[in-house]
């Protein structure tokens, strides 16, 4: 059973930056591919960027690519998405998720744990 808890949403300003923790337990779950999702009302949620574990190879929306960065610190099983150049299409909750068993980096249902989602709301 892995563990996943975010923090570091909230508001922003359009061309603002925000980065969102995940933490995750074990401290073996380090060793396991971690993406984060977002959401918004009505829709599904969609990949938005990925670490895979052992090859630390990344995966990023096409949306977001160049603005968000992926990131790992193993030492304190936290992942991190730094969020740059903020724009109001960015908003949505949030979420972690870790252990990737089968299918592309984006493939929600592939993934075994979740967080609980951290909301992220850009104004214009």
């Known amino acids: 059973q892995v563990q996943l808890v975010e923090s570091g949403g909230g508001s922003a300003q359009a061309g603002g930056s925000l980065t ?6 074990p401290s073996s779950s380090s060793e396991l591919s971690l993406a984060w999702f977002r959401q918004t009302p009505g829709a599904e949620r969609e990949g938005v960027a990925a670490i895979y574990g052992g090859s630390g190879a990344t995966f990023y ?27 109001p299409e960015d908003s949505g909750l949030y979420y972690c998720a870790i252990d990737k068993r089968f299918g592309d980096w984006d493939t929600a249902r592939a993934y075994m744990y979740w967080g609980q989602g951290t909301q992220v709301t ?3």
């Open 122 to 124: 850009v104004s214009s």
């Open 20 to 25: 969102l923790s995940c933490t995750a337990s």
């Open 61 to 87: 929306h096409h949306s977001v690519r160049g603005r968000f960065s992926i990131s790992r610190d193993y030492a304190k099983n936290t992942a991190f998405l730094q969020m740059n150049s903020l724009k």
